[in-house]
Nanobody, 124 residues
Framework: QVRLVESGGGWVQTGGSLRLSCAAS????????MGWFRQAPGKERQFVGG????????SYGDFVKARFEISRVSDKNTVYLQMNSLKPEDTAVYYC?????????????????WGQGTQVTVSS
């Protein structure tokens, strides 16, 4: 069973930055495509960004607008989400996910494994 653990969430003021990390464990030697989603209270889960298994391809939600960058450690199931120019509307629980798909997955039903989430709060 693959386990994903997120870290790096917290509180930041508007315009600030945070870097989220996610590491997979669980006795598998496979490399997964990885992604980040977020969910704010009362809202649906939203795709933030994804990276292919190779790390060569990325995709982002429309709202990101070059503020966030997803990256991964080569050949490792460790992924980062660098978030800059944060806004109060970015406040949400951020979830890491892993997929057996080699290409970038942008829909939550394409992902096989999920972390528990890390809270990001942006104050105005």
């Amino acid at each position: 069973q693959v386990r994903l653990v997120e870290s790096g969430g917290g509180w930041v003021q508007t315009g600030g930055s945070l870097r989220l990390s996610c590491a997979a464990s669980g006795g598998t030697s496979a490399t997964y495509g990885m992604g980040w989603f977020r969910q704010a209270p009362g809202k649906e889960r939203q795709f933030v960004g994804g990276i292919s298994r190779s790390g060569l391809t990325t995709s982002y939600g429309d709202f990101v607008k070059a503020r966030f960058e997803i990256s991964r450690v080569s050949d490792k199931n460790t992924v980062y989400l660098q978030m800059n120019s944060l806004k109060p509307e970015d406040t949400a629980v951020y979830y890491c996910a892993a997929t057996t798909q080699s290409s970038v997955a942008i829909s939550d039903d394409e992902y096989d494994y999920w972390g528990q989430g890390t809270q990001v709060t942006v104050s105005s």
